[in-house]
């Protein structure tokens, strides 16, 4: 092609952590997934980590797909998997660091019991959970996040169940690092990405981003900017509220912030403390258990 | 808390624990499983054993994840393994499909007990050898390596590991309660004279690295993350750069490099012995436990002037195609015994194509097949009309 | 811009000029870049790409800053901002 050198010029900062030859990527036009990778790039550049260093895991969906399209050692496993496989890859490389990108139904549906087990473990892992309320990939069916009374083409009368509040779950479960951000606060979000890649422990980043084509249409905001701005719009930031209170309202708040960020030792620390013979036995010494039943039951 | 990989000697313990030490021996040092009867004992000994040798043990959620972990834990670099018995076995099926699929090494023993459902969780079956062969989803081709006692718990172990290095996929070890249940005298050789076979790395840049440009072997070098090459892998249909390729043509290309590794090596990865078959008019075919029952039999059967013979499988799966269709040639009857309602019988009967009789002895499991049974059946074939 | 009193280093302050690329045929025409742009510099095509889809134009590139906000937002990769010389040229690259 004789346009060649013109295209040569024309090269986006983030080509060289992309897999430019499978790019344009599947996500439909107006879908926010785009914006959360642009945003992750971003942040493992910023991060100063050496390349070979970083790994990113998928499970399966939409968001799932990010793993294809980035150019570091990379992992689209099967559905809910992705942190179960990203903790053995942890496990046996502990030097790496190991980030797992997954949409909502992925992390908290199928593989909602995964997602607890390693937030308890405070597994040193990244979860950036992109949740835009449905299952995009198959056609918009109902999510664990989908609204209550919002429209799927499994719940076409409106769905009936209660949604989780993922930031609420993971603190609840033990995660070390809770954020949520929608996909427009694009800056702070790469930033709170960029923290969470250097947090030791299990940090999770809830994004809430426009699902255009599966969502937003059967819920009638047609338009992916419309969808974006009408996240943004309600959003307030409420940074270390307490995250059962950081509630995805849509009639009142969408609560972003930076709600847990705790220091505390990971699996692997604990591991190793116990081989080490570290911690002390339980029950702890001086507890007399011979003085149990003393006490009157009832 | 240093200890010793192999421990070299003569030891006294049961089959799930020389698994364990013939992990060990083979260089695993990730172990992700979840505690089931009769497979336990694996995971409680590695759990002891792995971090005095530098490795990782951890005690996953449930098999799914144990088994999603041990891929994860392979591709880390580190030879991996888990345990299971019947019912964590089927939730591994996915995952194990991902294990094929992404040509990641790795070893599963399923210690077998009688199903189906939660069955009977304390005693022996053999019902899994079917699911072991088709169970994930998809064409493949897989491993399932047989060990009868104690001592091939021990060495079959270390050549599972041995082959999943060599042709990466995920290798099964194909025990049963009895055998991973039962003490015996096991021997640990010294360590160098244990071949231990590694994953073969890539000799090329990164920039002409093609993770699944196979070798002249059919098995593609694998390079571990953090090595540099910046590879995608994928449970999707993929083409040699990783890269998922939505087509018939990929998919054709695809399959038939995983299952062509198996195919084309089947001399470097069947394994079967025969005792009195040279002149045998019956020969009983058996695996695991029940190749014990065999033996025991063959030897009663010769004794009562019976002409039988034995084959043990020691690898069930690939299948001996070729040595069973030439064995339906010579003699008479074909007598499997196994402690299921009838699988690998199944293979007998496919490949004696009518040349010979097939014949099961079954139980559906909680006790072994007991040796005079097979007696009585191999009496039986020699008076039937050819 | 009008100020009540003059910056007193209005005269050592320079608004950086940047220069907007976009990556035509990588774009899907969501439109974010264009309702986001700070300068409000950006306009629809009225040209296809080889996907069939409409795509940015710069139709003020002067008034470009660099904010990048336009690279962030955009979901494809498909649009970025340099910094530019006087004349809203790029400076000269490595290839």
Redesign the interface.
């Known amino acids: 092609m004789t346009t060649a050198p013109a295209a040569?010029?024309?090269?986006?900062?983030?080509?060289d952590l992309?897999?430019t030859e499978?790019?344009?990527?599947i996500?439909?036009?107006?879908?926010?997934?785009?914006?959360v990778?642009?945003?992750l790039m971003?942040a493992i550049t910023k991060s100063g980590l050496p390349?070979?260093?970083v790994?990113v895991?998928s499970g399966i969906g939409c968001t799932g797909r990010m793993?294809?399209y980035i150019?570091?050692?990379?992992?689209?496993?099967?559905h809910?998997?992705a942190?179960?496989?990203?903790?053995?890859?942890?496990?046996?490389?502990p030097?790496?660091k190991v980030i797992v990108a997954s949409g909502d139904g992925d992390l908290l549906a199928i593989g909602g019991?995964?997602f607890i087990?390693a937030a308890r473990r405070n597994m040193d892992l990244t979860i950036i959970c992109v949740n835009n309320f449905n299952y995009g990939m198959t056609g918009g069916q109902l999510a664990p996040s989908t609204p209550y009374g919002a429209k799927t083409t499994t719940t076409p009368q409106g769905n009936p169940d209660e949604p989780f509040n993922f930031c609420a779950l993971a603190a609840a479960c033990g995660a070390s690092y809770v954020a949520r951000w929608t996909a427009?606060h694009?800056?702070r979000l790469?930033n709170t990405i960029l923290e969470a890649i250097h947090h030791r422990g299990f940090s999770f980043v809830e994004v809430v981003a426009p699902c255009p084509t599966a969502f937003g249409r059967r819920n009638k905001i047609r338009g992916?900017?419309d969808l974006?701005r009408f996240y943004y719009d309600r959003s307030v930031v409420k940074n270390h509220i307490a995250p059962g209170e950081a509630t995805i309202d849509f009639d009142h708040h969408l609560v972003v912030g930076k709600f847990v960020e705790l220091d505390r030792p990971t699996?692997?620390d604990h591991?190793q403390m116990v081989?080490?013979?570290q911690v002390e036995a339980w029950p702890a010494t001086g507890v007399d258990a011979s003085a149990a039943g003393q006490r009157k039951a009832g | 808390m240093a200890g010793k990989a192999v421990l070299t000697g003569t030891h006294f313990m049961n089959g799930d624990e020389a698994c364990c030490e013939g992990a060990l021996a083979a260089g695993c040092r990730f172990f992700g499983g979840y505690p089931i009867t009769p497979a336990t004992e694996v995971a409680e000994r590695m759990s002891k054993r792995l971090p005095q040798v530098g490795g990782v043990f951890i005690q996953m959620e449930d098999e799914i994840a144990s088994m999603a972990a041990i891929l994860g834990a392979s591709w880390g670099g580190r030879k991996s393994m888990t345990s299971t018995s019947g019912p964590g076995f089927s939730l591994m099926m996915e995952n194990i499909g991902l294990g094929l699929c992404t040509e990641t090494p790795c070893v599963i023993c399923n210690v077998q007990r009688a199903g189906p459902s939660t069955g009977l969780p304390t005693l022996v079956g053999q019902g899994d050898m079917m699911q072991a062969r088709w169970g994930s989803h998809g064409p493949y081709e897989i491993i399932a390596l047989c060990p009868a006692s104690p001592q091939e718990m021990f060495d079959f172990t270390i050549r599972a590991f041995n082959l999943s290095e060599q042709f990466r996929l995920p290798v099964l070890i194909m025990a049963d309660e009895v055998v991973g249940h039962m003490n015996e005298r096991v021997v640990i050789p010294p360590a160098d004279q244990i071949e231990v076979i590694d994953r073969a790395k890539p000799s090329v840049s990164p920039a002409e690295y093609l993770p699944y440009r196979p070798g002249p072997d059919g098995v593609a070098p694998m390079a571990n993350f953090g090595d540099g090459y910046f590879m995608h892998v994928t449970g999707l249909t993929h083409d040699q750069r990783g890269y998922p390729t939505m087509t018939p043509a990929a998919q054709v290309e695809m399959t038939e490099r995983i299952v062509g590794k198996i195919r084309n090596n089947l001399d470097r990865i069947l394994d079967y012995e025969t005792l009195l078959l040279d002149d045998a008019q019956v020969a009983v075919v058996a695996y695991g436990i029940s190749a014990r029952s065999a033996r025991g039999a063959v030897l009663a059967a010769r004794e009562a002037g019976l002409k039988a013979g034995l084959v043990k499988l020691n690898v069930a799966w690939p299948f001996p195609e070729q040595f069973i269709r030439e064995l339906s040639h010579q003699v008479k009857c074909m007598i499997m015994p196994e402690i299921n309602l009838g699988q690998m019988v199944l293979e007998l009967e496919r490949l004696a194509q009518g040349r010979c009789a097939v014949r099961l002895v079954a139980h559906p499991g909680g006790t072994i097949i007991s040796p005079r049974r097979i007696v009585e059946a191999i009496g039986q074939a020699l008076k039937e009309r050819p | 811009m009008k100020y009540w009193r003059q910056p007193l280093d209005r005269e050592e302050i320079k608004v950086v000029r940047g220069r907007v690329e976009v990556i035509k045929d990588r774009c899907k025409g969501c439109g974010f870049c264009i309702a986001y742009c700070s300068r409000g510099l950006l306009v629809m095509s009225r040209k296809f790409n080889r996907k069939g889809y409409h795509y940015p134009e710069a139709a003020q590139p002067e008034l470009c800053v660099n904010c990048h906000f336009c690279e962030v937002i955009c979901p494809e990769f498909a649009i970025f901002s340099s910094e530019a010389d006087a004349a809203g040229n790029q400076p000269p690259v490595g290839e």
């Open positions: 040569a010029l024309a090269r986006h900062p983030h080509d992309l897999r499978r790019i344009p990527h996500w439909c036009s107006g879908c926010g997934i785009g914006i990778f642009g945003s971003a390349r070979q260093d790994a895991v793993a294809g150019r570091l050692d990379s992992f689209h496993t099967t809910g998997r942190i179960p496989f990203a903790t053995g890859l942890q496990l046996a490389r030097q790496g019991n995964h087990h427009l694009i800056r790469t992916a900017l974006l699996f692997l591991y081989n080490r013979g």
